[in-house]
């Protein structure tokens, strides 16, 4: 099998890993391309991205351009000499970029597509109530996500799964798809196929802070699977009034019951021993909280904070 030469796309700890995979694997790294520094937190302290961390650790070039068009960034690519570049969660890359190496340039994308194609796969696929998901590695073409298929490997979700453990799960499995992907290249034993047609593909948009409010008057299942599914991040939200203050109220964690009741949905029932909401068709018990301005919490020590419960209702 001949060693690929390979030019690196990515940023965060979910790419990260691919890097690494790729990097132990027999092919080489010749370059990695990531986002620029950035001043976060309250010092404003410089941060690099995962994939940065790694590529700096192993002694890999890396290259950190402002415009993916830049001339002078795009000559040094060129220069590189690679086979092939892969993507793993990256930002759009314009053709002139992507037709650069004589392979082509695949992307890693943590669902089966063609559904869930957009920013938020594994978010959605929790909060849909799928269960099962994966991972494909595709050619990447000027639409988003839908470029011809390489390989694809699914992925059981567990009824209790959160986002952000499913996360760590495509994580592993994907980085393990990318070396495979790039071993079927060197081999020429991969027959890339077009996308099937779907009439109603399951997207995946971006998620905003709009979004991410429980709605009350679904049913207990589908609260519980919209939880999960934002869980640890962006966390959904919902709020609460303690006394005349209305407070942002995080939901973590939690477990639903399907029961009939006559209660308006959104109704809250609290004690020091409960805390219960009403939806459509039964009840969710929040687990695990964080409210605005204190730390993620037990729902033991979220009530032990409480004296009285009589001034706490739903806002």
Known sequence: MKSLKVIFFGTPEFAKTSLEAIHQSSHEVVGVVTVADKASGRGQKIHQSAVKEFAVENNLPVFQPEKLRDPEFLEALEKLNADVFVVVAFRMMPKILFEMPEMGTFNLHASLLPDYRGAAPINY???????????????????????????????????????GELHDRLMEMGAELVVKTLDGLSENSIQEKPQPIVEHPKNAFKIFK????????????TVHNFIRGMSPYPASFTTIKIGEDEKFLKIFKGKFEKTEHDKTPGTLEIDKH???????????????VQLEGKKRMSLKDFLNGFQHFDHISMA
């Open 125 to 163: 696929a929790v909060i849909n109530g799928e269960k099962k998901t994966g991972a494909t590695t595709f050619f990447i073409n000027e639409k988003i996500d839908e470029g011809n298929i390489l390989l694809q490997q699914e992925l059981e979700i567990s009824p209790e799964e959160n986002a």
């Open 274 to 288: 409960q805390f219960k909401i009403f939806t459509k068709d039964g009840f969710y018990f929040p687990q695990e």
């Open 210 to 221: 709009e979004d991410t409010r429980i709605q009350w008057n679904q049913n207990a299942e």
